[in-house]
Structures are given as structure tokens and as C-alpha cells.
């Protein structure tokens, strides 16, 4: 049996509400929408969510506030057992949210976000949590809280000793001196863009992109490529490793939280023990699930789902050539699609193009 990860989660927690509608309204213009959802959301929530889902223990630092949206958050972590012991009401703001606007013909959105109690998490709120970061696995957080209670989660992790995995999204300014704390950084080709100025759109380009991110401290670097998949890099042996991790291609619902899925499936899958490839593959996964439902931290896929995924993507008791293997890589072809080839118990290049014209007609 596989031991259960703790990981600690400094983030945001923010009320979504969401209207689908027809058509944007212009400025002073009302019009009807279609429907309206009200749910959580917030990078760090969005990852809490993930990472309980997917086994762990998890521990949420944040702040709400003393309002009406206060008491959603806090039914959302008792029902996914997230334990919010360190999620302080703040008195004098209100709770964050967001205002999403999506047009239904085709899935275009506005968003405006309201940070509120998200921007004014102190020292004090970190440092109360500091036997919790002592016996974490892991320590997860993003951008959309303040910088100085990010620094000290940061250097928290450095004094325990913890790999912490940063996620720069929104993509704010990142201190020099913070790079060396950082253990895993998993921006998008975007953000990795903003931070190293390399342009990512090929395995070459991410890799120095990835290069960038090592020479400032960092250990690990995943980039995510949307429906391409993951690009990981690891830098914390003798010589560097580097891989491309494909996805399988679905119908996507809705993409908001799949890098939210990513990042806390693969915090749960390495405090577990996987390795940095297995993790990759296994946060893929609770990705693809997630964007095939509507909503945010209601989207995340729970551990069975995620495993089950996995398996159909990347479990076969059948060998595969290099050759193959690099090919089913390159057309986005998966254990799956090779299920009923390989009669002779090894899978061909033949075998993968006969799958990926399968794959087409569908």
C-alpha cells in the first residue's frame, strides 16, 4: 500500500460565479444569460482540491473573509477533507472571487478577479503553521497571494529541508533570491516565456527555456504544454534529464484549472515516491479528466479516475520498439490506442501509424 503524502498548500481562495450567456454584453447593455454557477476556485484552492483528491493529506494556508462567500469555502474543504486550520478570517475584506463571463457558442471568457483576503496573508499566518511544514512531503504554492508570505513559505521549506514546488502563475515578478528555494517550478509555455524570454514551442526551445530556470537555482523544471502534454527537466543529478510527457487528446468542456490538476496530482504522486516521469505521467492524467467537466476545484479527478487513466494510458504488459516509442510520441498515440496490436507481443511503427489513422477517421 502506497503511504499518503502530506502537502501543505499556501494559496488563494476565491468564490467563483460564473453566467454563460450568448453574447457579452456592451458597455451599459443587459442581456439574459443561460445559466449561473456558483463554486470554488483560486489557483491555491484549485490545487488543495487536486491533491486531496488524489490521496494526500493536505493542509491549506490562506485567508478568507468575514463575509457571506466565507462560509463556501469552508463547507468545500470539510467536504474534500482539506484541513483548514490555518485558514484565517480576516475581518476587514471580503473573501476573494471572480466574475466569469463565458460565451456559450464558443467558450470564449472575461474574468475579473477581486484578490480580497488573498493579498493580506502575513508572516504570522506561515509561521503558525510550521510543525505542519516540518512534517510535510511537500509544500506547494503559487502567485495569487502576497510575495512576502510566499518568501517565507519559501524559506520555511529551505530550513526543513522540503522540496517546494512553485507554480508562477500569475506570471509576477520572482525574486533572484528565491530561485534557490525553489525545488520544481511548472509554469506554462507562457510564464516560462515571461521568466527566461525563450519563446516555447518545440522540445528544444522548452529544454532552453528549462536550462534558464536551472542556471537561477532550480532543481526541477516542468513546463505544461496544454493538450501537448509536459515538458520536465531534471537537474539535481550528475548529468540533467530531460522528457516529453504527451497527453491524450479528449473533448475539452472547459481548460480552466487543468494546470490547477496538474500541479496537485503531481504533488500527491511525488510525496508518495514516484518518480518525476511517473508523477508527470500520473498529473497528465488528473489534467485530461479534469477538463472534460465544468467548473474549477468541482473539476478536479478523484484518485480511481486518475489511476484508471493512467493505467489505460501508460500500463501494457506488451514491449515496444525505440523506434515506436518515439513515433507514438510525436502523433500523440497511447497504450490505449494500441490495445489489440502487437500480435506478436512487440509494438511496431506500423503498429502506431495503423492506430494513429484509427485515431484521425474517429
Not at 305 to 325: L, R, W
Request: charged residues 20%; contains cysteine; proline residues 4%.
Amino acid at each position: 500500500m502506497k503511504k499518503q503524502a502530506k502537502i501543505v498548500v499556501l494559496g488563494s481562495i476565491n468564490v467563483d460565479i460564473s453566467a454563460r450567456t450568448g453574447v457579452f454584453p456592451q458597455d451599459g447593455e443587459t442581456v439574459s444569460g443561460e445559466s449561473v454557477r456558483i463554486g470554488m476556485g483560486g489557483k491555491g484552492t484549485n490545487q488543495a482540491t487536486s491533491a486531496a483528491r488524489c490521496g494526500a493529506e493536505v493542509v491549506m494556508i490562506g485567508r478568507r473573509g468575514n463575509d457571506f462567500f466565507a462560509r463556501i469555502p469552508e463547507e468545500h474543504f470539510r467536504n474534500e477533507s482539506i484541513r483548514a486550520d490555518y485558514v484565517k478570517t480576516d475581518m476587514e475584506v471580503g473573501t476573494g472571487s471572480a466574475l466569469i463571463e463565458v460565451l456559450t457558442t464558443t467558450g470564449e471568457n472575461r474574468i475579473t478577479v477581486i484578490p480580497g483576503a488573498n493579498h493580506r496573508i502575513e508572516e504570522a499566518d506561515i509561521l503558525a503553521a510550521e510543525a505542519e511544514i516540518a512534517s510535510a512531503d511537500v509544500l506547494l504554492t503559487q502567485m495569487e497571494t502576497n510575495a512576502d508570505s510566499i518568501e517565507t513559505f519559501l524559506k520555511l521549506g529551505q530550513k526543513y529541508g522540503k522540496p517546494v514546488v512553485l507554480n508562477p502563475a500569475p506570471a509576477l515578478p520572482i525574486p533572484e533570491d528565491w530561485y534557490p528555494m525553489i525545488d520544481t517550478i511548472t509554469p506554462n509555455e507562457t510564464e516560462a516565456c515571461s521568466y527566461t524570454g525563450v519563446t516555447v514551442g518545440s522540445e528544444s526551445s522548452a529544454k532552453d527555456a528549462a536550462d534558464a530556470f536551472a542556471k537561477k537555482g532550480v532543481k526541477h523544471v516542468i513546463i505544461t504544454c496544454g493538450s501537448k502534454g509536459v515538458f520536465c527537466a531534471d537537474y539535481s543529478g550528475e548529468k540533467p534529464f530531460f522528457c516529453q510527457v504527451p497527453t491524450n487528446r479528449v473533448q475539452a468542456v472547459a481548460t480552466t484549472g487543468a494546470g490547477d490538476a496538474f500541479n496537485g496530482a503531481y504533488c500527491a504522486a511525488v510525496g508518495e515516491g514516484m518518480t518525476m516521469l511517473q508523477a508527470c505521467r500520473f498529473a497528465c492524467c488528473a489534467a485530461t479528466i479534469s477538463v472534460t467537466r465544468p467548473g474549477a476545484a468541482d473539476s478536479m479527478a478523484k484518485r480511481e479516475e486518475a489511476d484508471a487513466v493512467y493505467q489505460s494510458y501508460y500500463g501494457s504488459d506488451k514491449s515496444i520498439t525505440v523506434p515506436a516509442m518515439g513515433l507514438a510520441k510525436r502523433l500523440g498515440v497511447f497504450w490505449r490506442a494500441l490495445e489489440g496490436t502487437g500480435a506478436s507481443g512487440i509494438i511496431t511503427e506500423a503498429d502506431v501509424r495503423r492506430a494513429a489513422a484509427k485515431n484521425t477517421a474517429e
